[in-house]
C-alpha cells in the first residue's frame, strides 16, 4: 500500500529556533493535512490544504505556522519560534478526496522543544 | 465546535473475548465517523468508517454502529486477537466545501492478553 513518509522522526530545537517538518505525501493524492499529537492527548487536526491554498486552519494554527508545497512532492509545516507548548508528534496525512474519505497517516515526527 | 468523547481510556480483555468503544459526538451535523488504529510507532491507520446514512457496518471481525438520535457510535471487535492491541481513535467530521476536518476522540488503549 503507498505511504506517506516524514522526515525527521525526530526533531529536538531550542525555544524560540525555527523548525521545518518535511512531509511526502501520495502521489496521487490532493488534500493535504498536518495534525499533532500531545503526549497523551487528542490527535488535533492544525490545517487542511488543497489546490495550493489552506482551505481550514484550527485555533493552534496562528500567526507562528505555516504549510508549504514547493514542488510537486514535499508538503511542509514550518514553526517560526517553536515554544515549549509546542512539543508533540506531528502527523501529515493526505486523501484523495478530502477528509470524508481515508486519510493515510505519516508515522510522524516527534518534535521536542527545549 | 464538534467535540468527540470516548471511553474508556483503557481496555484489557482476554484473547477471543469482544471489545468494544463508545464515541459520543457533539454537532448533530456531523455526518462522517471513521475509526483508526494507532500502533506504537506508526501514524493512524483507518480500519473503518460510517457515514450518517448508514446504521451499521461491519467487516470480518469489526463492527461499527451509529446512533444518530443519540449521537454516539461505537467500534466492536469480536474474537480478540493479540495482533488487535493498539490505540483507538474515533472522528467525526462534517461536510463542508471540499473538506471537513476530522475531530478525534482521546483514545482507547487495547490490551488483548494471549
Known amino acids: 500500500e503507498p505511504e506517506v513518509t516524514q522526515t525527521p522522526s525526530h526533531q529536538v530545537t531550542q525555544m524560540g529556533q525555527e523548525v521545518i517538518l518535511r512531509c511526502v505525501p501520495i502521489?496521487?493524492?490532493?488534500?493535504f493535512y498536518w495534525y499533532r499529537q500531545i503526549l497523551g492527548q487528542k490527535v488535533e487536526f492544525l490545517v487542511s490544504?488543497?489546490?495550493?491554498?489552506?482551505?481550514?486552519k484550527s485555533e493552534i494554527f496562528d500567526d507562528q505556522f505555516s504549510v508549504e508545497r514547493p514542488d510537486g512532492s514535499n508538503f511542509t509545516l514550518k514553526i517560526r519560534s517553536t515554544k515549549l507548548e509546542d512539543s508533540a508528534m506531528y502527523f501529515c496525512?493526505?486523501?484523495?478526496?478530502?477528509?470524508?474519505?481515508?486519510?493515510?497517516f505519516g508515522s510522524g515526527t516527534q518534535l521536542s522543544v527545549l | 465546535g464538534e467535540n468527540v468523547e470516548q471511553h474508556p481510556s483503557t481496555l484489557s480483555v482476554q484473547e477471543g473475548d469482544s471489545a468494544v468503544i463508545k464515541c459520543t459526538y457533539s454537532?448533530?451535523?456531523?455526518?462522517?465517523f471513521p475509526w483508526y488504529k494507532q500502533e506504537l510507532g506508526k501514524g493512524p491507520q483507518l480500519i473503518i468508517d460510517?457515514?450518517?446514512?448508514?446504521g451499521e457496518k461491519k467487516d470480518q471481525r469489526i463492527a461499527v454502529t451509529l446512533n444518530k438520535t443519540a449521537k454516539h457510535f461505537s467500534l466492536h471487535i469480536t474474537e480478540t486477537q493479540p495482533e488487535d492491541s493498539a490505540v483507538y481513535f474515533c472522528?467525526?467530521?462534517?461536510?463542508?466545501?471540499?473538506?471537513?476536518?476530522?475531530?478525534f476522540g482521546k483514545g482507547t488503549k487495547l490490551s488483548v492478553k494471549p
Open positions: 496525512a493526505s486523501s484523495r478526496q478530502g477528509a470524508q474519505e481515508k486519510l493515510f
Open positions: 502521489s496521487n493524492h490532493l488534500y
Open positions: 490544504f488543497y489546490n495550493n491554498e489552506i482551505s481550514e
Open positions: 454537532d448533530s451535523a456531523s455526518n462522517y
Open positions: 460510517i457515514r450518517s446514512n448508514v
Open positions: 472522528a467525526a467530521s462534517k461536510y463542508g466545501g471540499s473538506q471537513g476536518n476530522l475531530i
